[in-house]
Nanobody, 117 residues
Framework: QVQLVESGGGLVQPGGSLRLSCAAS????????MGWYRQAPGKERELVAT???????DYTDSVKGRFTISRDNANNRIWLQMNSLKPEDTAVYYC???????????WGQGTQVTVSS
């Protein structure tokens, strides 16, 4: 069982930046896809970005060009660099890992990101 722990959330002004970190309790090299999801109040959880074990990223359209996902298999961490933040980015951000063939999904407890002046 792999535990995921997020950090780095907080309050930031519009146009600012934050860097989220997700630390895994075990190895992530065998986790096929790691990613970040977010859930705003009153809304469903949505996918923000993913990165494969080989390092291929993908992003939802609303964050392309502003967010960057990265992964360090050796140190069992992933990050989400968020630039040019907007109020609509306000949400709880969750770290996620999926082992596709085994059908196993891991979730972190979430970290709050608030974009407000």
């Amino acid at each position: 069982q792999v535990q995921l722990v997020e950090s780095g959330g907080g309050l930031v002004q519009p146009g600012g930046s934050l860097r989220l970190s997700c630390a895994a309790s075990g190895t992530i090299v065998s986790i096929d896809v790691m990613g970040w999801y977010r859930q705003a109040p009153g809304k469903e959880r949505e996918l923000v970005a993913t990165i494969t074990s080989g390092g291929t990223p993908d992003y939802t359209d609303s964050v392309k060009g502003r967010f960057t996902i990265s992964r360090d298999n050796a140190n069992n961490r992933i990050w989400l660099q968020m630039n040019s933040l907007k109020p609509e980015d306000t949400a709880v951000y969750y770290c996620n890992g999926r082992r596709i063939i085994r059908g196993i999904t891991y979730w972190g407890q979430g970290t709050q990101v608030t974009v407000s002046s």
